[in-house]
């Protein structure tokens, strides 16, 4: 899951620590103060635009029977149709964004939309799986433009005292969009045939189509130098070959070495691209950010948080469904409170002011802390009644909706605004990243535990289904179950402590950033008289 929100960021040489915002000439009518007069009103398409990205990330999993039957899908097929979307989307991040400062927000935002309606529309279509997948893909290339562009978009017409609830709200939409998917897709198929999960997505991108061409304002970074194509090249491989591994990795096993040569070849590739960009005289995302306090604590913030919870989530799934036996709708609606409480705690307005209260480095370690606390109480009466793990979900909500708005605001006051959609790229890049290796380490701390606590009759099974279909009598089988049940607290403790720990070292790096620039500006203000 993308709970997180990506924010705005820089591919020039670095001009110096925290820049403030600064004017964006090249926005027409962005008024003094306020920013765009129709701020409020681009913020709705561009919510709008993310929406139905965020729901195609998950509103696929209940349609997975009717796939299977309808198409002759194999499981590899299944498997594919889900991934290729998301393989796709994480590989282009990087230069998706670059694109968009370089060629215009606005424009990348409508090809976007454009690309993804395409897709949508073929994937209702298909007659074939190969057709699905290949659809599927293409829906991936316009839903990583539109991931960097929309909050590049809001970044560009909203001015800082505004920035921080307008980023809040595009990331409740982002967490409604997840939770929302399979319900969606459970009542969509109620009624009509698989195709329809997809062609509802038609009628959403006309809409924002027009609405961008007419609202929008054309934005660009002004004083781009020439492409960095081979930094294209060696990020979109390099970002492909690694989130092919994690996506592989729990299925193939991790040391196989179908999961093994992509993962070692993408970190090799991304190891050249950083040694590139280094060097190179326009760079698509300058290295310079990664030796700032500031930076460097919030994309810290941002890889440990979703770490943490999308590895979590992901093992909730695994309860709700093997433990407590739900369907994957039911699954997904006894999620659903996590996104309701960041929905409420953003479009409420608490968390922005809470934001401004505390300051940014207060505001992301107690969050996390906070989400961290979720975490763990989830972990510890999981196994039991609904209500625990309810709190649970809720504390994690209200954790997360105030520390992925802080999170984002510390990446966008560390960088300057016209490098937007780079820095939007950066950031969901790590999203990306930090959920999938989330999902595979924390699922490797789940099936270490549980296998090491099974019976001697089930020791070589590697799942719970497995395990119980190779269980001798009714004490076995629930020996079976109390390991898995130890596996899934063992995994979400895992995570809970990642997010405390990330919250803890996000912080203190944002901390320690701020105060020089604080005794700085006491000391200038002695020196002209003013303090």
């Keep these: 899951m993308t709970t997180t929100d990506p924010a705005a960021g820089a591919s020039a040489p670095f001009p ?91 424009r990348m935002l409508l090809a976007g939309l ?9 994937a209702g279509l298909a007659t074939s ?6 659809a599927r893909a293409g829906m991936g290339v316009g839903a990583a433009l539109l991931l960097t562009t929309t909050l590049a978009v809001v970044m560009q017409v909203f001015e800082a005292e505004e920035r921080t609830k307008a980023i809040g709200v595009w990331g409740a939409v982002n967490a409604l969009a997840y939770a929302a998917g399979p319900v969606v897709g459970g009542a969509v198929l109620g009624h009509y045939w698989w195709g329809a999960i997809f062609l509802i997505n038609i009628p959403v991108v006309l809409l924002g189509l027009v609405a961008v061409a007419v609202l929008v304002p054309e934005s660009r970074e002004p004083h781009a ?27 193939e096993g991790w040391t196989s070495p179908g999961v093994l040569v992509p993962a070692l070849l993408g970190a090799a590739v991304l190891g050249a691209f950083v040694l590139w960009e ?7 995302l300058d290295m310079a950010l990664f030796r700032e306090r500031r930076f460097t604590g919030a994309v810290t ?46 479009f409420t307005g608490a968390s922005a002011r809470l934001i401004a209260r505390l300051g940014l480095p207060l505001a992301i370690a107690s969050g ?12 510890l009466v999981g196994d039991g009644g609904y209500g625990g793990v309810l709190a649970g979900l809720v504390l994690m909500g209200a954790g997360c909706g105030v520390a992925n708005p802080a999170i984002a605001e510390a990446v966008m006051g560390a960088i300057p605004k016209e490098r937007a959609g780079a820095g939007a790229g950066v950031n969901g890049t790590l999203s990306e990243m930090g959920t999938g290796l989330g999902v595979a380490v924390l699922g490797a701390v789940l099936v270490s535990r549980f296998t090491a606590l099974l019976p001697d009759s089930a020791g070589a099974a590697e799942s719970l289904p497995a395990a119980l279909a190779r269980a001798a009598g009714a004490a076995e089988r629930a020996v079976v179950g109390e390991a898995f049940a130890s596996g899934l607290r063992a995994g979400q403790l895992t995570g809970a402590a990642a997010v405390l720990l990330g919250g803890c070292v996000a912080g203190l790096l944002l901390g320690r950033a701020v105060r020089p620039r604080r005794r700085g500006g006491l000391r200038d203000s002695v020196r002209k008289g003013t303090g």
């Design 16 to 106: 110096g620590p925290a820049p403030g915002p600064g004017p964006v000439p090249d926005v027409p009518g962005a008024g003094p103060g306020g920013g765009h007069p129709a701020r409020w009103a681009i913020l709705a398409v561009v919510c709008l635009a993310e929406l139905v990205v965020v729901l195609d990330n998950t509103v696929l999993n209940v349609a997975i029977p009717s796939l299977t039957s309808e198409l002759g899908a194999s499981t590899a097929d299944v498997q594919w149709m889900i991934n290729a979307y998301a393989l796709v989307q994480a590989g282009l991040l990087l230069t998706a964004g670059s694109a968009a400062d370089r060629y215009g927000r606005k």
């Design 114 to 122: 454009a690309l993804f309606g395409a897709g949508s529309l073929a």
């Design 129 to 134: 799986a190969g057709g699905l997948i290949a």
């Design 225 to 251: 130098g020439r492409p960095d194509l081979p930094g294209v090249v060696l990020s979109v491989v390099g970002m492909t070959s690694v989130v092919y591994a994690v996506i592989t990795g729990p299925e």
């Design 278 to 284: 280094r060097r190179a005289e326009h760079p698509m």
């Design 301 to 346: 913030g941002v890889v440990l948080i979703t770490f943490g919870s999308g590895g979590a989530l992901y093992l909730l799934t695994q309860q709700f469904q093997f433990v407590r036996g739900d369907s994957p709708l039911e699954a997904g609606t006894n999620l659903a409170p996590f996104a309701l409480t960041v929905v409420l705690v953003n």
């Design 368 to 379: 996390m802390a906070v989400m961290a606390a979720g975490l763990a109480l989830v972990a």
